[in-house]
């Protein structure tokens, strides 16, 4: 067997050898230190109480996922399923608590309980089932993701506000999932290294055919592994839905890749047998400073994908340099050199506060910009509408003198409420949100406006906090607008198919129900399905091809975004625009040159630009104490053949 703890080999002494020794058996630690000294150099904004909380709490989630999949990792498993059962198993919390009165106390075992259960069918599948662990855990992604989306009905589950308040701060300034975090890292500490659980793990991970030989029951052993990484995703989905105030049904998706990560960069290696709880927290505390650090520094979104991706590789790296100098594993049971390692630490604490506190002085006389400074938090990017509010956003800003920074939460709510914390943290003149979800955003607001940001809303509203103005059009109007568009031109009586936004999203929400009002109207209107394609082209494309099948005689196409509507014009072919009527939303540049071609009749269009620069102009307002109204409306226009030469967006 096997434990995490290196050794160097003999001979390497003297102080330039102890140092490198020093560096490659602490890669995480160093590469923790190099960061928080160069983001504190890069940035004044990075280096105060404020942010080093958020990046506790943005670490949060990530780290209790990790240490779950820890225990995989050295076990030499893999688990991709800790994702979407920590959302299922907030989701069996939620609606067990407020639909169906279930004592909250009774919920969190319920939710613990879902976690339990999904680990055990891992361990089961991978244990007496002979499955390889990445594709039992795959289906185990697939099916915890799609129960929370059934049991939820795609939207959002208010969270109890007793749960709620584990979001929360103690005192005032002490964040409660920060505590949870250490709480979690102890236990997954003392398991490792203090259990005999924790031994069989890296016995079954260093060798599974020893281990099996020496009398451990493995297959027994792995359904416990299992079961805990599933009991640490149930708390981490706790933990995230009382930060975002409900129980999301697409909550924590790609986690799972981050809990990975977090355990490969705190040096755990993938082929089993070694691996610690200390390295893990450091892993995912590196992974949150990166992003932390990026966002201060506006480094796009887009490059913090590559930065990320960078590092991970470049941990494994390390690894494998480590290995090829010479370091070997102490065998379990020998204990290891704890009292150097504690010094190590010690060690590495005092370097990092003391040239922290030397580079903190390259800001204390700087001057700041004489320029307001505005944060933006997009929903998404991978979405031309988005794309459209962004430039039209830049653009105003651009002439009016205002520094905007913009980020893209793609699609991720807790994502975003680390943006919004991270634009508070640093203080900004204002904040611009376009929420992933309107009651997800509500505690980052409220955040806001305890230090005295004004927040301005565009496209989608804020719910449980204020905001000084919302910018927008009215999805549901305009989803009325687009079931009266095609109606009309299919003359009051056809059959037709919708395809709906991605689930739980709040625009696929509201145009939805805009869709199902306006077409109360129009009795003579089928509806023959409905089925989401994730406001996608290609997923648009898929579920079209997929429903002509079954229904061959539509002739009429409602889509929740132009993009989905693209899709369908693909795979209706020439029917597209003569058999068969589509209408999207949105009015995007491809869905206006389509319109224009004659295949897409007609497109919703929002006037995405002007939603941008509204924002701005009001944005820059309320930094003036200007008045700003609470509302202000961008009408939306059904774009056809006939106007759209004359349509600008």
């Given at each position: ?257 981050d809990a990975i990560a977090a355990v490969v960069i705190g040096g755990a290696s993938l082929a089993g047998g070694t691996g610690k709880a200390s390295g893990t927290l450091i892993g995912a505390l590196i992974l949150a400073v990166l992003r932390n650090g990026l966002n ?354």
């Amino acid at each position: 067997m096997a434990t995490d703890t290196l050794k160097g080999r003999a001979g390497a002494g003297g102080a330039p050898g102890a140092l490198r020794r020093l560096l490659l058996d602490n890669g995480a630690l160093t590469a923790l230190i190099v960061l928080v000294v160069a983001l504190s150099a890069l940035s004044g904004d990075f280096l105060t109480t404020d942010n080093l909380l958020n990046i506790g709490v943005q670490a949060a989630v990530t780290a209790i996922l990790a240490f779950g999949v820890t225990f995989v990792i050295v076990s030499a498993g893999i688990d991709l399923s800790v994702g979407s059962v920590a959302a299922l198993s907030a989701t069996m919390l939620a609606w067990s608590a407020t639909q169906h009165g279930v004592p909250v106390a009774l919920a969190v075992l319920v939710a613990v309980a879902t976690g339990v259960v999904a680990g055990l069918v891992n361990g089961f599948l991978i244990a007496y089932g002979k499955l390889p662990p990445f594709i039992a855990t795959l289906a185990m992604l697939s099916v915890g993701r799609g129960l929370a989306l059934v049991i939820s009905q795609g939207s959002p589950i208010a969270f109890p506000d007793s749960v709620s308040h584990l979001g929360d701060t103690l005192g005032g300034w002490l964040p409660v999932p920060v505590l949870v975090m250490v709480v979690m890292g102890l236990i997954a500490a003392v398991v490792l290294g203090r259990t005999y659980i924790g031994r069989s793990m890296y016995a079954i991970g260093g060798n599974e055919e020893a281990a099996r030989l020496s009398g451990l029951r493995v297959r027994r052993q792995k359904l416990a592994i299992y079961a805990l990484s599933g009991v640490f995703a149930a708390v981490a989905g706790v933990v995230l839905a009382a930060r975002l105030s409900s129980a999301q049904p697409q909550a924590a998706d790609g986690y799972e890749l981050d809990a990975i990560a977090a355990v490969v960069i705190g040096g755990a290696s993938l082929a089993g047998g070694t691996g610690k709880a200390s390295g893990t927290l450091i892993g995912a505390l590196i992974l949150a400073v990166l992003r932390n650090g990026l966002n201060l520094l506006s480094v796009s979104a887009f490059w913090q994908q590559v930065v990320i991706g960078v590092v991970i590789a470049l941990a494994v790296l390390l690894d494998t340099v480590r290995r090829k100098a010479g370091a070997t594993p102490v065998a379990a049971g020998t204990g290891g050199p704890k009292g150097r390692q504690a010094v190590t630490y010690a060690l590495a604490a005092v370097v990092t506060v003391a040239v922290v506190g030397a580079t903190s002085f390259l800001h204390g006389g700087s001057s700041s910009s004489t320029n307001p400074r505005m944060g933006l938090s997009l929903s998404t990017l991978n979405n031309p509408f988005f794309v459209q509010i962004r430039a039209g956003a830049q653009a105003e800003a651009k002439r009016l003198g205002v520094d905007l920074t913009v980020t893209d939460a793609q699609n991720d709510a807790s994502q975003q409420a680390n943006q919004l914390q991270n634009f508070t943290s640093s203080h900004v003149g204002a904040i611009i949100v376009n929420p992933v979800d309107s009651d997800a955003a509500g505690n980052s607001v409220k955040a806001a406006d305890r230090a005295r940001i004004p927040v301005i809303a565009v496209d989608r509203g804020v719910n449980k906090a204020s905001v000084g103005t919302l910018v927008a059009s009215d999805n549901v109007a305009g989803g009325e607008l687009a079931a009266k568009t095609i109606a009309e031109k299919l003359g009051g009586q056809g059959r037709i198919v919708i395809l709906q936004g991605q689930a739980g999203t709040s625009a696929a929400r509201e145009r939805a129900a805009g869709f199902a009002r306006g077409l109360k109207d129009y009795p003579g209107i089928r509806v023959l399905a409905q089925q989401p394609a994730d406001f996608d082209r290609t997923k648009g494309l898929d579920v079209m091809s997929n429903l002509l099948q079954a229904h061959p005689d539509v002739q009429g196409v409602i889509a929740a975004n132009d993009e989905m509507a693209l899709g369908a014009i693909k795979a209706l072919g020439s029917k597209a625009g003569k058999s068969v009527q589509v209408v999207g939303f949105d009015g995007t540049p491809d869905g206006l040159t389509a319109v224009k071609d004659g295949t897409l009749y007609a497109s919703v269009a929002q006037q995405p630009t002007q939603l941008g620069k509204i924002a701005v102009d009001n944005a820059l307002k309320a930094v003036k104490g200007e008045k700003v109204e609470p509302t202000v409306k961008v009408p939306v226009k059904v774009v056809t053949k006939d106007n759209v030469a004359g349509f600008t967006g």
